[in-house]
């Protein structure tokens, strides 16, 4: 994508100060000094009084537009980090200056490396009180998924040490002797069947679960009842671990034996019910991946992702407006890629596997919601950025995308904003709370997703 540029700050103009005004207004009014926002949205000409930052002599907003914003300036306001020099060119640039290659300090190679091993194969987001949460299913090995804690499976047989697929890929292709793994949730009194920490493994740390095989059961015994159990037990031991102060904001996990035999529908529906409860409750995850490691069948466990969530398939070809504007995303998105990386694998990659041309008779609107509301806090967060802004809590996406004004954003790059923001959160379907995503989302989706693409090549 284009080199990332700031907005100029819009000069500031003095008001008095309503104290009937609500919050939302008070954000659409501008920063004062004794506001919980004033260092957020310091504008040129306007000096909030700090411990730390002695008032000089007022500038005129011309002035302050004339030059660069950087700590020397009075008109600046305080700084939370570097600002940005505008580029060589651009009507802010002072000469002799030469800006960096990305914008606000941090340059190409500075960026940190976002290299994915394993295939995204479907994504589920939901907003929590804690901030945007994501589930997601994912083909490769259990070893390669970015992780700080690995959950996997294994037979809770006594005649055999522990062994299995999971086992060998993270570096055990003789098993493991029963002693090196420490319980922390078992289900039946002197049974095996439960789950344990391995403990000499740290980075990432790993959780293995013991459940009988379905050849092993006896009896009139539900097998899915048994997968259900031990699916309560992992999450269960990632509570227990919580207890003990040991949060883990990424967790990869294998479909704990669910690709063998049982209906991918079903295995799914387990999974993500107990996950979901997890990202909404817990303090600490911010991502859940279940990794199939077999690769047969992909398409197959990616629709039963589909239909467990209840999304519709539409075919793009029956509307023009549709099929138009999903040519033109995908054309852009071709043409050019994204200059981070970690969001051209979580944006830009899903959105092309959605809108490639084989897939367009059987589109699924869901698709296209998580990285759209990724998409969205990713342009919040430049914008935040180059403007020195510290963000404000995790879950506080709506305000963050109200102030934006305060640095120069349209009102209708925000409305789009927050409706990435809105489709983004599937939690709320996915429970029953609300309608879930329908075909005739997909027009206004595409739009916005289109329109904040286009801000992000222009602006950022």
Same mark, same amino acid.
């Given at each position: 994508?284009?080199?990332?540029?700031?907005?100029?700050?819009?000069?500031?103009?003095?008001?008095?100060?309503?104290?009937?005004?609500?919050?939302?207004?008070?954000?659409?009014?501008?920063?004062?000094?004794?506001?919980?926002?004033?260092?957020? #949205? &310091?504008? =040129? $000409? +306007? *000096? @909030?009084?700090? !411990?730390?930052?002695? %008032?000089?002599?007022?500038?005129? /907003?011309?002035?302050?537009?004339?030059?660069?914003?950087?700590?020397?300036?009075?008109?600046?306001?305080?700084?939370?980090?570097?600002?940005?020099?505008?580029?060589?060119?651009?009507? #802010? &640039?002072? =000469? $002799? +200056? *030469? @800006?960096?290659? !990305?914008?606000?300090? %941090?340059?190409?190679?500075?960026? /940190?490396?976002?290299?994915?091993?394993?295939?995204?194969?479907?994504?589920?987001?939901?907003?929590?009180?804690?901030?945007?949460?994501?589930?997601?299913?994912?083909?490769?090995?259990?070893?390669?998924?970015?992780?700080?804690?690995?959950?996997?499976?294994?037979?809770?047989?006594?005649?055999?040490?522990?062994?299995?697929?999971?086992?060998?890929?993270?570096?055990?292709?003789?098993?493991?002797?029963?002693?090196?793994?420490?319980?922390?949730?078992?289900?039946?009194?002197?049974?095996?069947?439960?789950?344990?920490?391995?403990?000499?493994?740290?980075?990432?740390?790993?959780?293995?679960?013991?459940?009988?095989?379905?050849?092993?059961?006896?009896?009139?015994?539900?097998?899915?009842?048994?997968?259900?159990?031990?699916?309560?037990?992992?999450?269960?031991?990632?509570?227990?671990?919580?207890?003990?102060?040991?949060?883990?904001?990424?967790?990869?996990?294998?479909?704990?034996?669910?690709?063998?035999?049982?209906?991918?529908?079903?295995?799914?529906?387990?999974?993500?019910?107990?996950?979901?409860?997890?990202?909404?409750?817990?303090?600490?995850?911010?991502?859940?991946?279940?990794?199939?490691?077999?690769?047969?069948?992909?398409?197959?466990?990616?629709?039963?992702?589909?239909?467990?969530?209840?999304?519709?398939?539409?075919?793009?070809?029956?509307?023009?407006?549709?099929?138009?504007?999903?040519?033109?995303?995908?054309?852009?998105?071709?043409?050019?890629?994204?200059?981070?990386?970690?969001?051209?694998?979580?944006?830009?990659?899903?959105?092309?596997?959605?809108?490639?041309?084989?897939?367009?008779?059987?589109?699924?609107?869901?698709?296209?919601?998580?990285?759209?509301?990724?998409?969205?806090?990713?342009?919040?967060?430049?914008?935040?950025?180059?403007?020195?802004?510290?963000?404000?809590?995790?879950?506080?996406?709506?305000?963050?995308?109200?102030?934006?004004?305060?640095?120069?954003?349209?009102?209708?790059?925000?409305?789009?904003?927050?409706?990435?923001?809105?489709?983004?959160?599937?939690?709320?379907?996915?429970?029953?709370?609300?309608?879930?995503?329908?075909?005739?989302?997909?027009?206004?989706?595409?739009?916005?997703?289109?329109?904040?693409?286009?801000?992000?090549?222009?602006?950022?």
């Amino acid at each position: 994508m284009n080199t990332q540029r700031c907005h100029p700050a819009p000069p500031f103009t003095t008001r008095p100060l309503n104290a009937n005004l609500s919050l939302h207004q008070r954000l659409r009014e501008g920063p004062r000094t004794n506001s919980h926002y004033t260092s957020s #949205l &310091a504008l =040129p $000409g +306007k *000096v @909030p009084k700090t !411990r730390n930052h002695r %008032r000089g002599p007022r500038a005129r /907003p011309s002035e302050a537009l004339d030059r660069p914003r950087t700590a020397s300036h009075p008109s600046a306001g305080p700084l939370t980090t570097p600002p940005h020099i505008p580029r060589q060119g651009h009507p #802010l &640039a002072s =000469p $002799g +200056k *030469v @800006p960096p290659e !990305r914008g606000c300090g %941090r340059t190409r190679a500075s960026q /940190p490396r976002y290299t994915p091993l394993v295939r995204e194969l479907n994504t589920q987001g939901l907003d929590t009180p804690r901030g945007y949460r994501v589930l997601r299913l994912l083909q490769g090995s259990i070893a390669d998924a970015n992780a700080d804690l690995v959950v996997i499976s294994t037979h809770a047989s006594k005649s055999y040490r522990p062994s299995g697929a999971a086992l060998r890929s993270l570096g055990y292709p003789e098993g493991l002797e029963p002693e090196r793994l420490t319980p922390v949730f078992l289900l039946e009194p002197n049974e095996l069947m439960g789950t344990y920490l391995l403990p000499e493994r740290e980075d990432p740390a790993t959780l293995v679960l013991r459940i009988p095989g379905r050849d092993n059961l006896r009896g009139d015994v539900d097998e899915l009842e048994v997968y259900e159990r031990g699916a309560w037990a992992v999450y269960s031991a990632l509570a227990a671990l919580e207890l003990r102060d040991r949060g883990f904001a990424r967790v990869a996990s294998t479909v704990l034996g669910g690709q063998r035999g049982f209906d991918p529908r079903e295995t799914l529906r387990v999974l993500m019910h107990h996950a979901q409860r997890w990202l909404e409750h817990s303090r600490y995850p911010r991502q859940v991946d279940l990794v199939l490691h077999e690769p047969e069948h992909l398409d197959v466990w990616a629709q039963a992702m589909d239909e467990v969530l209840g999304r519709e398939a539409y075919d793009v070809a029956a509307d023009a407006v549709v099929s138009a504007l999903a040519e033109e995303l995908l054309a852009r998105l071709e043409a050019r890629r994204f200059d981070d990386p970690e969001v051209e694998a979580k944006v830009g990659e899903p959105i092309r596997a959605v809108l490639a041309p084989e897939q367009r008779n059987e589109l699924r609107v869901g698709r296209l919601a998580v990285p759209g509301r990724i998409l969205a806090e990713s342009v919040v967060y430049r914008v935040e950025k180059c403007h020195g802004v510290k963000k404000l809590g995790a879950g506080d996406l709506y305000w963050r995308i109200e102030r934006l004004p305060g640095f120069g954003v349209e009102p209708w790059i925000v409305q789009h904003l927050h409706a990435l923001r809105v489709y983004g959160n599937e939690g709320v379907h996915f429970k029953g709370m609300d309608r879930a995503l329908i075909a005739r989302d997909l027009p206004g989706l595409l739009a916005s997703l289109l329109r904040v693409l286009l801000y992000w090549s222009d602006t950022l």
